[in-house]
């Protein structure tokens, strides 16, 4: 992972009007701001309405903010070329399913520029790194939910993008298809890629992000690494191997004099992200 900003959206806000005379405009985004360096997997979550979509449109330029700048490697997003090294897969992707999975991808990267075996070459690789290579020659109408979102994310990366944006890349899929996807992602992290995504599936976020955000009521509420944001501030924990009763009762003391036992963590426990994100959005009364 490189020092590199990848993303840099700075007191991001979205106003949209309504038609209406005499009715206030809506603030969906007020005040976001986040940074994701290069070749990390940063989540935003939220609830249904709290302004995720609006800000991966404004970074992706698709909404002009009503103040507050965003950028992608250092390019105003509002700019046509900072988009170059982006991939894209939106929450309801639409695709045209009497094409196979091949000629899906051969027509997206002939929309990228991409011709002849060099473009043969990126349809075979991308099918076999979402593992749809036996589908190749398949109609996508006969694809399930999983296989669609992964020949989505496929089409997201024919242009080799160093950002890949996801909005709910599991969203509808069953958990083996879920699990391939998570797999994908840390792959795609582990080749030095940027994955900015959307999701409110908050176990698999836990799973794969390295920062999380959360976003309630169109504010940042919480933002940080994801390790420090679940450490439980005020308790520590000491997990020991082969320690006797004895041992227990002196861990401070005796622990590192003891050569049978082994410290093996030493730190905050954790919480999960779903408690965070309850006490944050103010969900859970208890």
Request: contains cysteine; charged residues 30%.
């Amino acid at each position: 992972m490189t020092s590199e900003t990848a993303v840099e959206i700075r007191d991001l806000v979205k106003d949209f009007r309504s038609p209406l005379r005499g009715v206030k405009a809506f603030r969906a985004v007020d005040g976001v701001s986040l940074r994701i360096q290069a070749g990390e997997v940063y989540g935003l979550i939220g609830p249904n309405g709290s302004g995720k979509s609006t800000t991966m449109k404004a970074l992706l330029g698709l909404v002009a903010p009503s103040s507050g700048t965003c950028s992608i490697f250092g390019k105003d997003s509002l700019k046509v070329d900072s988009r170059n090294d982006v991939g894209f897969l939106p929450e309801n992707p639409y695709f045209y399913k009497h094409l196979t999975g091949a000629e899906t991808l051969r027509f997206y990267g002939k929309l990228c520029n991409l011709r002849g075996k060099l473009l043969e070459n990126r349809v075979t690789e991308l099918l076999e790194l979402v593992d749809l290579t036996n589908a190749r020659d398949r109609r996508l109408g006969g694809y399930s939910k999983g296989m669609l979102q992964r020949i989505g994310l496929a089409q997201a990366m024919v242009q080799d993008p160093r950002l890949l944006i996801l909005d709910e890349p599991t969203a509808g899929v069953d958990p083996i298809g879920s699990r391939q996807i998570r797999d994908l992602i840390m792959t795609l992290r582990d080749r030095g890629i940027t994955v900015f995504l959307c999701s409110h599936l908050l176990e698999q976020v836990q799973e794969v992000c390295d920062h999380v955000g959360i976003i309630f009521q169109g504010k940042m509420v919480k933002e940080g690494r994801l390790d420090d944001l679940i450490a439980i501030e005020d308790q520590t924990e000491v997990v020991m191997k082969n320690a006797s009763p004895e041992l227990m009762e002196k861990i401070r003391t005796l622990v590192e004099q003891e050569e049978s036992a082994t410290l093996l963590r030493m730190g905050k426990p954790r919480t999960t992200l779903e408690r965070l994100f309850l006490r944050e959005t103010q969900i859970d009364k208890k």
